[in-house]
């Protein structure tokens, strides 16, 4: 019902655990994968994977932050391939210097624990990264489809971007702008017959997460950790693999009427306020 079989589908951030797990299941149900990954190492592991499932598939090593980068890339990918049929934005993530250490400034004295004592770098960098790295490659890759007058993008929100996470000005602003621009683009490519869609997931589990939600120590779920599974209806985190039902929705051609929402694949959290 929700096929993908032959279609070209490109996935930003495919050498990381989510990028991983969408890029074999979409491979698994027929499509032809162009994976992009800053890390070569573990982009391999992932174009090993979807090998697996046969296809001919392809892999480059690229920084979605890089617009001359992406655009090399295209140029390659334009050798190899017809069309383009989806674009899907996984790259992202969280970055240590980018949090504060406590939810509330109350002393004059913590100043260095709040948002003034934040990275100024390491925030940009998290913004950068959770914004501009699906803005650049839905300009480098969105234009052909443009061109072709065919085509979908799938960008990755955040339960930040529906309400601030505490702890998280930077991800959660970078997350709000892409809900943002994921509307605006879909309106903006609507009569050139380009979608335009996000997943805003729950608190899945990743390599960029989980030192905000379990203990490197004991192993253990934070507080932080514990907050976030008590304030999720369903009493637990997510895996990447629970986001993958909607994103083959939103890439068939069933939901062929379906552009600018936000889909929250959450476990409840959006629809709860703890009271």
Not at 201 to 208: K, R, V
Request: charged share 20%.
């Amino acid at each position: 019902m929700f096929s993908v079989k032959n279609k070209t589908i490109i996935v930003t951030g495919a050498s990381g655990v989510i990028g991983s797990a969408v890029s074999t299941a979409l491979a698994k149900n027929g499509a032809r994968m162009v994976l992009l990954g800053r890390t070569g190492k573990k982009l391999q592991e992932t174009y090993s994977k979807i090998s697996q499932t046969g296809g001919n598939h392809l892999q480059f090593v690229c920084d979605v932050l890089d617009i001359d980068s992406l655009e090399l890339v295209r140029e390659k990918i334009l050798k190899e391939v017809q069309q383009i049929d989806a674009l899907i934005n996984i790259a992202g993530g969280a970055t240590p210097g980018a949090s504060t250490k406590t939810e509330f400034l109350r002393d004059e004295n913590a100043f260095e624990d709040s948002f003034f004592g934040i990275d100024t770098e390491a925030f940009r960098t998290t913004t950068d990264l959770n914004f501009l790295g699906s803005v650049y490659p839905t300009k480098v890759f969105g234009e052909i489809m443009a061109n072709q007058k065919s085509g979908n993008i799938i960008n990755i929100s955040s339960m930040g971007a529906i309400q601030p996470l505490s702890k998280s000005p930077a991800y959660s602003a970078g997350k709000a702008a892409i809900s943002n621009f994921t509307q605006w683009l879909a309106v903006h490519l609507s009569k050139v017959n380009v979608r335009v869609n996000a997943i805003a997931p729950g608190f899945i589990l990743t390599e960029q997460n989980r030192f905000l939600l379990f203990d490197e120590k004991t192993g253990e779920l934070t507080p932080r950790g514990k907050r976030i599974v008590e304030h999720t209806p369903q009493g637990k985190l997510g895996n990447p693999e629970d986001l993958i039902s909607t994103i083959l929705w939103l890439l068939s051609n069933n939901s062929s009427f379906v552009t600018g929402i936000i889909v929250p694949v959450d476990g409840g959290f959006s629809a709860y306020n703890g009271i």
